[in-house]
């Protein structure tokens, strides 16, 4: 296939000739934002152009219409293997588009097609978290691929050997992905003036109120150190400390260490910012990595206690019953918890 064959360079001119042909794979409870985030940049850019730049379509694995994790129904023209299978039509990119539990909504059989599709030249994208399915069908195993910031625990436990990135998007040309929401519409952006140019991206842009395109770099959250301690530098050391070590206790000597200031003084500031102490705060940050990791993965309880610093199950499951309310294990009944495995 000739885009195999053809430079960086050479790649905008053939786009620059060509209509780039674009599968969207839906999968069951996707993240309706995510995809339209992505699609509406390329109608845009096709109406700015005056010319079909960009052609699409929308496929499930069996061709029927796809529930999107807000109720809303999509309607699609054909299944994953009959795109796969079929060789009157190149495509160019197919964008997998996920949101809750991504794997249990794909069938494993579908791993071979999507390897299929890559082997033929076709670029593979994953929204939000669509880089769980990419990376079950051994695709991106060389590049840093993201996702939502609330899947990245349960990314790294289930594909412990992938690079988990933290960034809007990352393009690797060949494979590519981003966190879903808003993050669609930059990642779009920066593949539109690729190839298109900045100028032209700039002007898609605009139709979306969206003034500025942000780099895959601009951060997906504030860190809690951002958001309640950014004017004191102290604080901002102690809890990037914190926000980074949850899997095991840190010793107030050590943050005090860390943060550049005696231990009572440290202590009173976190009296004052945040109505608790070091060590109490610590356990709140990784309480909420343990409730996370309960909401998105298969993992036993007492290995999540064991990777979020607490001795045993026994003394976990005391301490998140006294901070959210209720057992671990109720937690993993939430209508809307997310499932991931790589079983």
Known sequence: MLIRAVSVSNLVLYYRRMTCHIVFLLIPRFSALGFLCAAEPLRVAN?????????WQVVSEDGAAVAASNGMLMTAESSLARIAEQ???????????????????????????????????????????????LARAGLGKDVPMTMHWEAQPAFSEAFPHYQASSELFEDFGKIFTCAGGTASIDLMLNRIGQLRGASFARRVSEQFIHT??????????????????????????AIGMLETRTDRRISLEELAQTALCSTRHLERLFHAHFGCGVIQQHRKIRLARARTMLRETDMAIADIAIACG????????????????????HDRTEPDSLTFTNS
Not at 47 to 55: D, F
Not at 222 to 235: D, E, T
């Open 47 to 55: 109406r700015l152009a005056g010319e079909a730049l960009y052609q």
């Open 87 to 133: 060789r009157e039509q190149r495509v160019d990119w197919v964008i997998v588009c996920s949101g809750f539990s991504p794997l249990s909504g794909l069938d494993r059989k579908a791993d071979r097609m999507l390897r299929r599709l890559a082997g033929d030249g076709s670029q593979i994208g994953g929204v939000d978290t669509g880089a769980f399915i």
């Open 212 to 237: 500025t395109i942000r780099p895959s770099a601009a951060g997906q959250k504030l860190p809690l150190k951002s958001r309640q301690a950014a004017h004191n530098r102290i604080l901002t050391r």
């Open 310 to 329: 607490f001795e045993s199950r026994t003394s976990f499951s005391r301490a998140y019953s006294m901070e959210f309310k209720r057992p671990p294990a």
